[in-house]
């Protein structure tokens, strides 16, 4: 299967909104489509150390991730990338498009001089922590989130 890779567009927002939420653990805090996803996409979009990223077969959107460009002084100063919110549609899993689309954006992140790919995943996802170790992530941090709201 060949996968193409873009950047979203604004009429990708509900699709990637739909993709987030089509599974037990996201469904609860995504909600809804709505003009709060519309104005994070604006910030998103604007913002070049942001990438709100799908990916397309046969031009239809079936996998969205995003890309956050992190400068730091740790590490030498060094550049890190964090993926968040991967997604591929869930009558298409488990046929590679998964490991085409991080594969892709470890090779987005080494060119812009990236010296780390970074990632977290909820606690419950047993299978993405299998996906990921078998992409040569290794769970090296213990992560920990304050909710805010």
Request: hydrophobic content about 45%; overall charge negative.
């Amino acid at each position: 299967m060949s996968v193409n890779f873009r950047t979203a567009r604004a009429e990708d927002v509900p699709l990637i909104v739909a993709m987030i939420a089509d599974d037990a653990i996201a469904a609860a805090r995504q909600g809804a489509y709505g003009d709060e996803h519309r104005a994070a996409f604006e910030v998103i979009d604007a913002d070049p150390n942001n990438e709100l990223i799908v990916a397309e077969l046969d031009g239809e959107v079936v996998g969205t991730m995003q890309l956050t460009y992190i400068p730091g002084i740790s590490r030498r100063g060094a550049l890190r990338m964090q993926i968040e919110a991967v997604r591929i549609d869930s009558a298409l899993r488990g046929r590679g498009l998964g490991h085409q689309m991080m594969e892709w954006a470890v090779e987005r992140g080494r060119a812009r001089g990236c010296a780390l790919v970074q990632l977290t995943t909820d606690k419950a996802r047993k299978d993405a922590h299998r996906f990921y170790d078998s992409l040569g992530f290794v769970a090296s941090h213990e992560g920990y989130k304050l909710a805010l709201s």
